[in-house]
T-cell receptor
Framework: GQQVMQIPQYQHVQEGEDFTTYCNSSTTLSNIQWYKQRPGGHPVFLIQLVKSGEVKKQKRLTFQFGEAKKNSSLHITATQTTDVGTYFCAGMGRTGNQFYFGTGTSLTVIP | EAQVTQNPRYLITVTGKKLTVTCSQNMNHEYMSWYRQDPGLGLRQIYYSMNVEVTDKGDVPEGYKVSRKEKRNFPLILESPSPNQTSLYFC????????????FGSGTQLSVL
């Protein structure tokens, strides 16, 4: 079946350092979404990418969708303690009926 | 306020005792879905529903049932819970037809002893 893997599984950074998580799908995705889950909370939508090679920015966050639409990345510049949480990618398969979530990257920011 | 409401927030039960986790959304969303979250495995889809009376299996449906008799409600039923169903469960909804984002409930932490 469809698989979406994320690396790394865990990342500890000093406050102010950059952070990147990568998402890779075994098949081509029609679009990809990113979610953030704070500790003890529920996933909250961050952004959606649809076009091949698309790049979107939200303040310190930069999201990319690969040219082949099989991978994506989230980069955070100059992390802050408010960035702590688990980041998930979610890709929609070609059938358009299901979102396939990545395994998640847990980010810890050390003050 | 637009939201997805899940109940209960925490549930401890014993093996074999039937239980239902309720999920309700007030956004008139067509698409609803259940996920379980386990460490290292991310969010895995259990069942989803494209509309009333339309449900389909996700990646891990064994041991679960769902129903979609009304647009707003999508309960998750465990007929005979087992310890391997101990997990954090999330309900989510979306307009979906337009590729809209998923709105998640607050989650249900289930422990099966």
């Amino acid at each position: 079946g469809q698989q979406v893997m994320q690396i790394p599984q865990y990342q500890h950074v000093q406050e102010g350092e950059d952070f990147t998580t990568y998402c890779n799908s075994s098949t081509t995705l029609s679009n990809i979404q990113w979610y953030k889950q704070r500790p003890g909370g529920h996933p909250v939508f961050l952004i959606q990418l649809v076009k091949s090679g698309e790049v979107k920015k939200q303040k310190r966050l930069t999201f990319q969708f690969g040219e082949a639409k099989k991978n994506s990345s989230l980069h955070i510049t100059a992390t802050q303690t408010t960035d702590v949480g688990t980041y998930f990618c979610a890709g929609m398969g070609r059938t358009g009926n299901q979102f396939y979530f990545g395994t998640g990257t847990s980010l810890t920011v050390i003050p | 306020e637009a939201q997805v409401t899940q109940n209960p927030r925490y549930l401890i039960t014993v093996t074999g005792k039937k239980l239902t986790v309720t999920c309700s959304q007030n956004m008139n969303h067509e698409y609803m879905s259940w996920y379980r979250q386990d460490p290292g495995l991310g969010l895995r889809q259990i069942y989803y529903s494209m509309n009333v009376e339309v449900t389909d299996k996700g990646d891990v449906p064994e041991g679960y049932k769902v129903s979609r008799k009304e647009k707003r409600n999508f309960p998750l039923i465990l007929e005979s819970p087992s310890p391997n169903q101990t997990s954090l469960y999330f309900c989510a909804s979306s307009l979906f037809r337009t590729g809209e984002k998923l709105f998640f409930g607050s989650g249900t932490q289930l422990s099966v002893l």
